[in-house]
């Protein structure tokens, strides 16, 4: 695995990002509550992270019960929050680095031992953090904590690295011990993301994608869908959602660009993820810069 280093102006950038990160994912829990528009929640957080300075990582995400991530409301979402179980997962970018953290909130009073597994989990993964750490390591404490609260680790989900605009990029940091015995190094940054459940253990991708994210340049026929994908561009590689392009396009032009700009392999779809036999889904997460004790948790 190639090693990036940054400069101390690079890192201050990614701290910064962090920090914004941080802001709007306690904004945005604030905003978690009965009765509240699923909606209404994700635009106000991206809003906020516009008004700290930044701008997305990735359009917010709340995803509920056993959806453990990538749903992003359309515009003419209806949902309503009640006692569901709430993971709420949001990001900023300044200049291209990137924060990207999450939390849960258990509306219904009767799963806080399933939040508490994935926060634990992360805590604990966190403190084993360190230069020369092998990333089975780092799983291997993930599962062992969520197991101590009775749960399970959703095993193909993981923690990733993050890039200069990418959110996903290697290494896989995994929430068990899959045998990965690359090892961190001093100056890596990294996303450590357990999710627990009291289902199986896994996840499949549903239908109705509203999350995309352009991974090609390819030249474009029909008139509309090229200005859809201008406006594709300006997100600058990074992850958006339907609802951005339908609030500055008509609702059948982007449904028809997406399908074709998809068609073409220009952008890639990411489908809600929802637990195979639909156990009840808890995240925690925070962007990490691998250092010698202590780590720098830019999300914290």
């Not at 009640?82 to 009767?110: H, I, M, N, R, Y």
């Not at 994608?209 to 300006?234: C, G, H, N, W």
Request: net charge negative; aromatic share 8%.
């Amino acid at each position: 695995m190639e090693q990036i280093l940054y400069s101390e102006e690079e890192l201050e950038k990614w701290k910064q990002a962090g920090r914004i990160s941080a802001q709007a994912l306690e904004y945005g829990l604030s905003l978690v509550k009965k009765g509240a528009s699923v909606l209404e929640v994700c635009d106000k957080v991206d809003a906020k992270i516009f008004e700290l300075g930044a701008k997305p990582s990735f359009p917010s995400q709340v995803s509920l019960n056993d959806v453990a991530a990538h749903f992003c409301p359309e515009q003419e979402d209806k949902i309503i929050l009640d006692s569901q179980v709430v993971k709420l997962d949001v990001g900023a970018c300044v200049g291209g680095f990137l924060g990207d953290t999450a939390a849960t909130v258990d509306l219904s009073g009767g799963n806080s031992g399933l939040v508490s597994a994935s926060k634990e989990a992360l805590d604990a993964a966190i403190k084993a953090v360190a230069p020369g750490v092998k990333l089975r390591e780092i799983g291997r404490v993930i599962k062992e904590t969520i197991s101590s609260y009775g749960f399970s680790p959703v095993v193909n989900l993981s923690g990733h690295g993050i890039g200069h605009f990418q959110v996903h990029t290697a290494p896989t940091v995994p929430n068990f011990d899959n045998g990965d015995d690359t090892v961190l190094y001093d100056g890596q940054i990294i996303a450590i993301e357990p999710f627990a459940t009291a289902g199986e253990g896994a996840i499949y991708e549903s239908s109705n994608p509203s999350v995309f994210m352009e991974i090609s340049k390819k030249p474009v026929r029909d008139a509309s869908t090229r200005q859809i994908l201008a406006e594709i561009q300006s997100y600058e590689g990074l992850p958006f959602t339907t609802r951005w392009l339908t609030k500055k396009f008509p609702a059948f032009k982007v449904s028809f660009a997406l399908r074709q700009l998809s068609s073409l392999g220009i952008i890639q779809q990411f489908p809600p993820l929802v637990e195979k036999r639909h156990g009840l889904v808890s995240q925690a997460e925070h962007t990490v810069l691998v250092r010698e004790k202590p780590v720098i948790l830019t999300t914290a």
